[in-house]
């Protein structure tokens, strides 16, 4: 029978609560990963890499485009970018330049994988006419000479530049879950399909010395990677 309970004047009954047996549910079981899915990541900055210039030189753009006038090897800065020196200039022309960057990722493990890649570009000078600035996996051997022009094999990403883009943050989408090259080539270039009128520039050249950069900011290969489970 039920327990009574006295509650002054009048009296309560407290009957036991009766548990009814429920059906099992369906049960999923996740595991708890804590932290990145893959792992632990790591960074590197890679700094200091070899670095040329293919450019091209004409009355015009069109003339420009066909004819490599140029290479150049440069510790002091990278550039890329289109300019329509004025009439006034010592030489005037129209002239076309293409970065060319080597990186060299001797510090990061060998079997990476990479999760974020972006090339950080501090600006020693900027053009005065807004542009595309391009990165390109490049495709040459050894040193880049006239015909490596357009050896590169695809974008890797591109970003807006213009007068004020003096800390510039490429993110390369088009390195992301790669395996680490042995070697990183880089093509730098800007838009070239628009003719800019006398006195206009677009582009920019880029700190690649703490020598002359004031303020220690150089050009950068920023990387987030992983090591793949068996090379943990």
Partial sequence: GGMLLSKGPAEASIV?????????PHQVFLPLVAGPPGGPTYFYDLTYPAN???TRRGPDLASASANITSTAVYTQHAATGAWNSPPADFYPHYELTRGFLHFEPTAVPTHAII??????L??????????TLSVEQGGWSGTPDAGD???????LGNVALDATSWYLKVPLPGLVNQPLPTVFKLVLRTDETVE???GLQGGGAFDL???YASDGQVVMLRLQ????????
Wanted: hydrophobic share 35%; proline share 14%.
């Fill in 149 to 155: 022009w357009d050896n590169y094999t695809r974008q």
């Fill in 209 to 211: 010395n703490d020598e």
């Fill in 52 to 54: 040329w210039f293919l």
């Fill in 115 to 120: 999760l974020s890649a972006t090339l950080e």
């Fill in 196 to 198: 800019l009128s006398a």
């Fill in 16 to 24: 036991p609560a009766v548990i009814t047996p429920q059906p099992t």
């Fill in 122 to 131: 501090p600006a020693l000078n900027l053009g005065n006419w807004p542009t």
């Fill in 225 to 232: 990677v992983e090591l793949p489970p068996e090379h943990r």
